[in-house]
């Protein structure tokens, strides 16, 4: 079984409409990220989180909220999606003793 | 913060030739420098990555090579293979925190 999981790994949804994504892992790891990655712009950070209690903006979180339900699970929830968040959306994990993230698969978003 | 610049952003090889990519950073107090693969339609993969303890890491066809007072660092793949082709990201980060990466490379490895 893979060690990140992401679900959906694609969806379709209209402007306006509130989705949310979600992220498991069983590395053990205690830091979570989300990345958004559009073609040309690299992998942008979103949001981390370095533990369950712990909640930090990245780069680009306008627009975007997440939620840290336990050790192993990461939610990112889009509140009123628009077509310009339309991208594809990874989520990663790491150990706080070394730098290394491991990604997960990836959920493809469209927003029509 | 930090800001990751990568070249080139694509990048064809014949089979069997090198490639090189090459990346700058900017925050002198970034220390670790890790390079991602990401095939088709997966999440990027960790090859290499190196510390700035060390100016140079191989691993097997793989090497990645640090010059911190250049600020900058290199991923040099040998004896390309087709498998090879894919998108490759470097990023920078400090201590163990976040990463900062580069808007990727595509390589395309013609049999």
């Known amino acids: 079984d893979a060690d990140v999981t992401q679900t959906p790994r694609n969806r379709i949804t209209k402007t306006g409409k509130r989705i949310m994504l979600e992220c498991s892992q069983t590395?053990?790891?205690?830091?979570m990220y989300w990345y958004r990655q559009d073609p040309g712009l690299g992998l942008r950070l979103i949001y981390y989180?370095?533990?369950?209690?712990?909640?930090n903006k990245g780069e680009i979180s306008d627009g975007y909220s997440v939620s840290r339900q336990a050790q192993a699970k990461f939610s990112l929830s889009l509140e009123s999606a628009i077509p310009n968040q339309t991208a594809l959306y990874f989520c990663a994990t790491s150990d706080f003793s070394k730098g290394t993230q491991y990604f997960g698969p990836g959920t493809r978003l469209l927003v029509l | 913060g930090e800001n990751v610049e990568q070249h080139p952003s694509t990048l064809s090889v014949q089979e069997g030739d090198s490639a090189v990519i090459k990346c700058t950073y900017s925050?002198?107090?970034?220390?670790?420098f890790p390079w991602y693969k990401q095939e088709l339609g997966k999440g990027p993969q960790l090859i290499i990555d190196i510390r700035s303890n060390v100016g140079e890491k191989k691993d097997q066809r793989i090497a990645v090579t640090l010059n911190k007072t250049a600020k900058h660092f290199s991923l040099h793949i040998t004896e390309t293979q087709p498998e090879d082709s894919a998108v490759y990201f470097c990023?920078?980060?400090?201590?163990?925190?976040?990463?900062?990466f580069g808007k990727g490379t595509m390589l395309l490895v013609s049999p």
């Open positions: 990023a920078a980060g400090a201590g163990y925190s976040t990463l900062t």
């Open positions: 925050d002198s107090a970034s220390n670790y």
């Open positions: 590395k053990g790891h205690d830091r």
């Open positions: 989180s370095f533990d369950v209690k712990d909640i």
